[in-house]
T-cell receptor, first 115, second 114 residues
Framework: AQKVTQAQTEISVVEKEDVTLDCVYE???????LFWYKQPPSGELVFLIR??????QNEISGRYSWNFQKSTSSFNFTITASQVVDSAVYFC????????????FGSGTQLTVLP | KAGVTQTPRYLIKTRGQQVTLSCSPI?????VSWYQQTPGQGLQFLFE???????NKGNFPGRFSGRQFSNSRSEMNVSTLELGDSALYLC?????????????FGEGSRLTVL
């Protein structure tokens, strides 16, 4: 069985602060895929990033960066210099090769960026 | 290009009724998945269709069903509605539905069961 844990239910920061969202996963698959999605108030989930289990290279994209560590089964997401528009619910998700075409989501982290 | 379109966006039903939700995927996408989102259970996978065939199904009772048409549009149906079926139902499409591919979600259909 697969499991994704996002221990932070809610985070509140002031604009321009950096914020890290934590994600810990469990899977028995040797090949798997990790995702981050953002859900603004409008409801649709917006894809942010995908990582393969065999690619531990961390990535930076603008103000976003991701830290994937297989040794600790973590896939954390950092927003640098946060902005009010970053306020949303962020979901970490897992798809294993044994459960293709099905995402297991974490419970989400509500991020509020205050002006 | 147009995103994933779900209709209706909001609906209210009473217990025992049935409901049909519709999803039009991104043009060219052949895989459509459905997810249920509730405050208590979070996001849960319902089922996935590819080329009119259900390839995967989540752990939901038989009251939840779906289908996909030849143009990749999909519908899901919930019969004999229960209060616990109140949720945001999200449809997602992808090019092939492979595990490696990201999903593109619609804004959802918010169902309230009274």
């Amino acid at each position: 069985a697969q499991k994704v844990t996002q221990a932070q239910t809610e985070i509140s920061v002031v604009e321009k602060e950096d914020v890290t969202l934590d994600c810990v996963y469990e899977t028995r698959d040797t090949t798997y895929y990790l995702f981050w999605y953002k859900q603004p108030p409008s409801g649709e989930l917006v894809f942010l990033i995908r990582r393969n289990s065999f690619d531990e290279q961390n990535e930076i994209s603008g103000r976003y960066s991701w830290n994937f560590q297989k040794s600790t089964s973590s896939f954390n997401f950092t927003i640098t210099a946060s902005q009010v528009v970053d306020s949303a619910v962020y979901f970490c998700a897992l798809s294993g090769s044994g459960s293709a075409r099905q995402l297991t989501f974490g419970s989400g982290t509500q991020l509020t960026v205050l002006p | 290009k147009a995103g994933v379109t779900q209709t209706p966006r909001y609906l209210i039903k009473t217990r025992g009724q049935q409901v049909t939700l519709s999803c039009s995927p991104i043009s060219g996408h052949r895989s459509v998945s459905w997810y249920q989102q509730t405050p208590g259970q979070g996001l849960q996978f319902l089922f996935e269709y590819f080329s009119e065939t259900q390839r995967n199904k989540g752990n939901f009772p038989g009251r939840f069903s779906g289908r996909q048409f030849s143009n990749s549009r999909s519908e899901m149906n919930v019969s004999t509605l229960e209060l616990g079926d109140s949720a945001l139902y999200l449809c997602a499409s992808s090019l092939t539905g492979q595990a490696t591919r990201e999903l593109f979600f619609g804004e959802g259909s918010r169902l309230t069961v009274l």
